[in-house]
């Protein structure tokens, strides 16, 4: 007997804001078209902010979502509230959607353990920085849902190159098995820091890794926030509905470096990423919504004014921050501190002790 799949693929507004045959139901109201145009406007100006503060010494090493707005928008556009967001390190569009607040971010990404408790989505799962670790911890917590019959999912976002680690398949495996409650959201952005997409794997697509583990697997423009929302709605609509798991590749683009450690002129050609800044994703919705009367120029100033405004109120809460104590390191992984980890915070909080203070030098 032959076995034939296939990889279904849409898209809704083409890179000049063009409506592809009939949107989805809430993408005829403009309200919500609006909404999630500002809430990329607002991951963009976080990022610039982030980036800024980073090369200015003020904050830690910090991997910027530029042209990958969409993704997590639209992902994060889709849940419920009582839905839990399990995300990697670039999809602060998703998490600041969610309820998570700039200052939290920024505290993160300062290196202060306070930024991971929300409190707003208070089970949304910290950024995880372990390449696809997150996976398997997204299948727990659908087979957590799962068992207490709750009707919630999670939602667990990714990068091209986890989808080649065993944490990922493992999972997916898994949760095609139990069934479970959870969408697994790929942001292909063509990029794993410098190994472009074409040496990360030789499958045809990545959404084609959802057959191995029997559940259902699609590819979207990920620059187009109302595909993936739409995309994300009815893998979400099918887990609530006790019909499992699924997978979706966003095919979106990295525009920036991979994080402010990376300098990607070093392996990737400026022509490419010039070639790519006409399909980003806020230029085509802003397209779409201008073409049809709902946004003018004066809306994108005051948009533009009113986030820069409330991200700068955010670095300022978050400059004078004095750090935390050092041995706090330890306190947030384990409910009962191994004994060699006890030992290891007792002499951190010694040598904090013994510092002499530098002044200021
Ligand atoms: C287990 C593990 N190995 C290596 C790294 C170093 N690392 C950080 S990001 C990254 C590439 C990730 O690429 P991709 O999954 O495409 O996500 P993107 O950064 O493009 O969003 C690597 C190798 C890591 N964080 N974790
Ligand atoms: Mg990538």
New binding site residues.
């Given amino acids: 007997m032959t076995v034939r799949f296939e990889i279904p693929y849409s898209r809704y507004l083409d890179p000049a804001g063009k409506a592809i045959g009939s949107l989805p139901v809430f993408a005829t109201d403009p309200a919500t078209l609006l909404a999630l145009y500002r809430a990329m406007v607002r991951t963009r100006s976080f990022d610039a902010k982030a980036v800024a503060l980073q090369r200015t010494g003020r904050l830690g090493t910090y ?1 910027s979502s530029l042209g990958q707005e969409a993704v997590a928008v639209g992902a994060a556009s889709a849940m419920n509230p009582q839905d839990v967001l399990v995300p990697s390190f ?1 999809e602060h569009g998703a998490q600041l959607w969610r309820g998570v607040t700039p200052l939290e971010l920024f505290l993160y990404w300062g290196g202060d353990e306070r930024g991971s408790d929300f409190k707003g989505p208070r089970e949304d799962f910290p950024i995880c ?3 696809g ?1 997150h996976a398997p911890h997204a299948a727990g917590v659908a087979l957590a849902f799962k068992l207490r019959r709750q009707a919630r999912a999670a939602v667990c976002i ?5 989808t080649s680690k065993g944490d990922v398949a493992e999972a997916m495996n898994f949760a095609g098995v139990w069934r479970l409650p959870v969408v697994y959201l790929i ?1 292909n ?1 063509e ?3 410098s190994v472009p997409r074409g040496q990360q794997t030789a499958a045809e697509t990545l959404a084609q890794k959802a057959i191995a583990a029997g559940i259902p697997g699609e590819q979207v423009d990920g620059n187009d926030v109302i595909a993936v929302r739409a995309a994300t709605e009815a893998a979400l609509a099918r887990a609530r509905a006790g019909e499992g798991a699924s997978l979706i590749e966003a095919l979106s683009y ?1 525009l920036g470096d ?1 994080t402010t450690a990376d300098d990607a002129s070093r392996y990737r050609d400026d022509a490419e990423v010039s070639r790519h800044w006409p399909n980003e994703p806020l230029l085509r919705l802003r397209h779409y919504l201008t073409e049809h009367g709902h946004w003018t120029r004066d809306d994108e100033e005051r948009l533009l004014q009113d986030t820069a405004a409330e991200i700068d109120a955010a670095a300022d809460a978050f400059l004078p921050t004095p750090p935390q104590d050092p041995a706090t390191i330890f306190d947030y992984t384990y409910a009962e501190l191994p004994a060699e980890l006890q030992r290891q915070r007792e002499a951190a909080l010694a040598a904090a002790d013994a510092a002499v203070p530098t002044g200021e030098a």
């Fill in positions: 991997a670039r920085v372990p390449v670790s990714f990068g091209d190159g986890a942001n952005n990029w794993a820091i990295r991979h």
